[in-house]
């Protein structure tokens, strides 16, 4: 299956928070792209349609953006929410793409440092075989 979303989505676990019915409320994201994520809230988040702002809290960042609701599914006593995301400001977009960005790295760091090691400990090896274990 070809897919058609133009930016890439990341499974990440982070909090969120939005003004709802007059009250502060918590959700926690189930995946984020740069134009749209995906959260999971235990109360109704409104309607197909419908504008919510929100404070996505990452790594002790807060990033502010507007979501417009595009589907609900509820699952029990669990709501999951499409949105689609609106940053208020160019700092905020800079403050979602970079955060983006980490994320998108970071799953090739582990082998890239783990490549790191195991080329330093092949030259260790060589190096201690040629000079010490003639």
Not at 2 to 16: D, G, I, L, N, Q
Not at 23 to 46: H, P, Q, Y
Not at 50 to 59: F, G, M, P, Q
Not at 110 to 124: D, E, H, L, M, R
């Amino acid at each position: 299956m070809h897919e058609r979303r133009k930016f890439t989505r990341f499974p990440v676990t982070e909090s969120v928070v939005c003004l709802r019915y007059g009250r502060r409320r918590t959700m926690r994201t189930v995946d984020i792209s740069l134009d749209g994520l995906k959260l999971e809230a235990n109360f109704d988040l409104g309607i197909s349609g419908e504008s919510i702002d929100l404070a996505i809290l990452t790594n002790g960042t807060k990033i502010y953006c507007k979501g417009r609701i595009l589907a609900i599914e509820e699952f029990g006593n669990k709501v999951w929410a499409r949105l689609r995301l609106f940053p208020t400001s160019y700092s905020e977009y800079r403050k979602l793409a970079d955060y983006l960005y980490t994320l998108y790295w970071g799953r090739f760091q582990k082998w890239i440092i783990g490549g790191v090691f195991i080329v330093s400990g092949s030259i260790a090896y060589l190096i201690l075989r040629a000079y010490f274990l003639q």
